[in-house]
């Protein structure tokens, strides 16, 4: 992976932390349904005018393959997300979210986009050992709707990291831009049912509704246009290397702007999952050690 890459992805992930917090501060207020779907509406917008500048076509002829892409990428991972931030604090999912690189790696394998290796077996294993330190020892309270919100965090991730090696299939058929905007687009309608049942309750107060504006923008639209432009020119586990960045982003943003607490778990469960990123994506400046790792396993 080139420097260039990996700086726009360490960027990527400061913007993808920072909508966890943005999360927090809507669904409680709009409501899952109807800020998932609204989120959606604003990338599509946004992409739809892209598309309009750079004279790009809408890809129809794909549309069954931008529905599974956007079922897997966004509207379900957009929606669990959104319903878990009103049991877990956003540095909870962004942490949680780490899990994506974990399931694109078999995802990867399966889809032979991918080797799975030993080292990278071991990167899983200190994965979910971070998740479950995260989990049992952080600062919230263990009951029912905290493990429920954390296995909707950990299916989302989930459809993350499986959606990616298909995106990167995707890409020999479609412009990064064409499907940004067509997986967004296809999202709208998937979402609309459950944001029509539920609009009712929704209270559409000015910090919401900022929150949409920024999620829809830019870390749904423009970002989702960025990272798949990077996918086109590295491989799927590269481009999400620094997803395990994303909860130093995640964490740093929900201390610093909602008051989150910090403690000894989230510490030491994000302590080992910095390691899994380190054996599972190779990207670090250990590579030697990583190397001497992979000849006595």
Known sequence: MKTRHFA????????????????????????????????????TITLAILMRLLRHRWPHSHWRELAGLGLLSVAMPFLLFSWAALHLPAGYSALLNSTAVVFGIFASAWLKEDTLT???????????????????????KPSLEVAL??????????????????????????????????????????????AVWTWPQAQFTPPALAAVLVMGVVTSGLAYWLHIRILSQVSPVAAMSPTFMIPVFGV??????????????????????????????????????????DAKL
């Open 8 to 43: 726009q992805l360490v960027a990527l992930s400061a913007l993808w932390g920072a909508s966890f917090m943005l999360i927090r501060i809507a669904s409680p207020v709009l409501g899952p349904n109807v800020l998932a779907l609204m989120r959606v509406c604003a990338a």
């Open 149 to 194: 919100a954390a296995l909707a965090c950990v299916v989302a991730s989930a459809c993350y990291g499986s959606s990616t090696p298909l995106m990167k299939r995707a890409l020999t058929r479609m412009q990064p831009l064409e499907i940004a905007a067509g997986i967004h687009a296809a999202s709208v309608l998937l979402l609309v049912p459950g």
């Open 252 to 293: 740093a943003w929900g201390h610093i702007f909602l008051g989150e607490q910090l403690s000894a778990g989230i510490f030491a469960g994000g302590a080992l999952v910095l390691v899994a990123s380190a054996l599972i994506t190779g990207f670090n400046p250990w590579q030697k050690w990583l190397d001497y790792v």
């Open 118 to 140: 030993k080292r990278k077996l071991l990167g899983c294993i200190c994965g979910f050992a971070g998740v479950a330190l995260i989990v049992s020892l952080g600062p919230v």
